[in-house]
């Protein structure tokens, strides 16, 4: 097993299992996150700043989607030619006598033009009501390539900051969070603010149980390994097992707690 570097004084019993949920961390990819965990601390608010996307021009100039949109237009348009024909022939095949008749043909020739856009119109809205019937489609997975791009190129500054950009368009993703937690931990070694950012993503955005499970570990081993003030845990893990009492998370936030209450008792008794 490959130790993490840089850690902090040990205070006793066993930490593998931190240590392999510390290991696996730094390639974890989160997914959308599904439940709240606001009862877990915020560390304050979020600094309102427009998010970035980085987009890929096509040779053209002009987006597939758009291309596409184009073409349908313009063949609603020639469908509608044909309509308006159509319709203009339908009227004289009337025969109605008079000004009557004028009116009857330039009525079909408007009705045969409008009849392929009306109809395209009504194709849409059921293929909408029956793939999307709330009306809202399915949101896109948000992308941090200009993000991942910096933090790969080894800028971490400026990675830091396009996450920070992000969380202004989206607050409850928690991915911006992790990754700035795990820059400043891994790359920048500041232990400190990888905690503070750790703990806003357990505070400030929506995880599904298995990401919050691990960031609760990652933010414990933090303080408990490498930094060696395992005290600065115990108050998240007080909440935690009051918050999630008759789970595995708020069983093990217990069991953790009472160990580093353990052993500060017995560091103070020795002292």
Known sequence: MVRSPLRGPRVGGSND???SVFEASRSLNTDPPESPNADLGSDGPLRPVRRERSVSPTTSGVSGVEAFDRITRFRVFCWSLVGAFVGFFFGL???????????????????????????????GRAAGGLYAPSGRSTPPKPEYS????????GHYDEAIAAFEQALAEDSADPTPYLRIARIKRDRLRDDAGAA???KRALSESDMSAGVTSLTLKEVVELYEVR??????????????????AGTPDGKWAEETLERIKSQMAKESDEA
Do not use: C, N
Not at 93 to 116: C, K, N, Q, S
Not at 227 to 244: F, H, S
């Open 17 to 19: 299992g931190l240590h």
């Open 227 to 244: 930094m060696g003030q395992p005290a600065k845990a115990t108050p998240l893990l007080a909440r935690v097992a009051e918050a999630r």
């Open 93 to 123: 095949l009337l025969d109605v006598p008079g000004g009557v008749g004028v009116v009857v043909i330039l009525a079909t020739t408007v009705m045969g033009f409008m009849a392929p856009p009306l109809f395209m119109k009504g194709v």
């Open 146 to 153: 200009l993000a991942e791009s910096y933090a790969a190129r």
């Open 196 to 198: 503070a950012w750790f």
